[in-house]
């Protein structure tokens, strides 16, 4: 075991030195309260994985440290910030999705058991250098849906717009220092969020916008969540026309998607009728169905997002139920037919390279899951290949 752990040392060095972080020591600005690496235990002496450490104590996701970073007078800086938007007062069918945050992160605490090394994209999000930490949870009302609204996007906007803990620092092959890609110049930390229905990507594309301008997004999802209010529920009111299959209708009707460089993957929802489609083009998404993986296969879907997408910014929004019922039942609005888990996993990692600005997974609820937590399992492993994407490329590009 200490052989092993010693060989995750060296493996980690080694990763770093293509992270393009500047060489500056980590310890030297570590808060005390800060515990670097979460799987480690922080008894004296110990310094091997253990068991007791993940099943044991308050669970945050991937049980990295907790930081109160929306109370008053905090201003944590952090490199990559979970946070929950316990809000489903959007929901459709099934509700229970503001248990998602809570659910996910129960579903995570394994995932440093070993020590947390991605073997296929060869890097430990864990030991990359990135202070990564969980705050906690947006306060959402449950009784008034724009007001909950306004609050996510608050909340995101508050941590999006901290300074980094770790400067960007030069890029791996030339070695000439990286500027940020942000459109406001700045070098932002990553957020992901974890729903929550998909109604909270509207406050979040709003807060992205505020950094990034409008961007492109990669979509998971058996639905197109593009729909116009009078497909999907028939809008009686104003608010009732903002709900978790319109919120990208009403993200393109305000300028936040970059037109034409989206897409959706998974897709195998019934339609009101063709003009669904129609409509989706005009949001400016391409699309992938779900079954096209038995046709062009994962590297068939990975080439057509990354064509799609190029070396713009990007957010990447995950809706739980782009994988089949079969390996994430709990979740609001159920299609047989859909991708497994592994699929899914290996597109995500097919997304190595890209930019990912942040990131979510939604409508996870988990009083539909199994008791072996098939659904916050999957939740958070997916979630385990976004962050290794993430620490592997930084945001920043080289400026001729
Ligand atoms: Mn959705």
Redesign the pocket.
């Known amino acids: 075991m200490r052989f092993f752990t010693a060989l995750l040392g060296l493996v980690s060095l080694s990763c770093m030195s293509v992270l393009a972080h500047d060489g500056h020591d980590h310890d030297m600005q570590m808060p005390l309260d800060y515990v670097r690496f979460p799987y480690q235990a922080i008894y004296p002496g110990d310094d091997e994985v253990t068991a007791d450490s993940v099943f044991s104590g308050i669970t945050t996701f991937a049980k990295l440290p907790w930081v109160q970073c929306l109370s008053k007078g905090n201003d944590a800086s952090f490199d990559i910030a979970f946070i929950g938007a316990p809000f489903d007062t959007g929901t459709s069918y099934r509700p229970g999705a503001r248990f998602g945050p809570a659910g996910i992160r129960a579903g995570s605490r394994r995932l440093t058991l070993y020590g947390g090394y991605n073997v296929p994209l060869a890097v430990n999000p864990f030991l990359s250098g990135l202070k990564i930490v969980d705050c906690g949870d947006i306060p959402v009302t449950p009784y008034d849906n724009a007001y909950a609204i306004k609050q996510i996007e608050e909340g995101h906007k508050a941590l999006l717009h901290r300074p980094t803990f770790s400067p960007l620092g030069n890029d791996s092959v030339t070695g000439k220092p990286l500027v940020p890609i942000s459109s406001d110049g700045k070098h932002h930390p990553r957020v992901i969020t974890l729903g929550g229905d998909?109604t909270i990507v509207l406050p979040l594309l709003r807060s992205i916008h505020s950094a990034y301008g409008a961007i492109s997004v990669i979509h998971f999802?058996s639905?197109l969540?593009t729909w116009k209010p009078q497909v999907f529920g028939g809008a009686p009111s104003q608010q009732a026309a903002i709900n978790?299959g319109t919120y990208f209708y009403w993200a393109s009707q305000e300028g936040l998607i970059k037109n034409g460089s989206s897409i959706h993957g998974a897709i195998r929802t019934t339609l009101s009728g063709p003009a669904d489609y129609a409509n989706d083009d005009a949001s400016g998404f391409q699309r992938i169905e779900a079954r096209e993986i038995d046709t062009i296969g994962t590297d068939g879907i990975i080439k057509k997002i990354r064509e799609t997408v190029g070396d713009r910014p990007v957010y990447l929004s995950i809706?739980i139920?782009s994988i089949d019922p079969a390996f994430a039942p709990a979740t609001g609005t159920p299609e047989t037919g859909g991708w497994s888990t592994r699929e899914l996993r290996t597109i995500l990692r097919g997304l190595d390279g890209l930019h990912v600005v942040s990131a979510d997974i939604?409508?996870v609820a988990p009083a539909y899951d199994t008791n072996a937590e098939l659904t916050t399992m999957a939740a958070a492993d997916v979630l385990y290949e976004v962050l290794s994407v993430m620490a592997k490329t930084p945001l920043g590009k080289v400026v001729d």
């Open positions: 998909h999802d639905h969540d978790h809706d139920d939604v409508e």
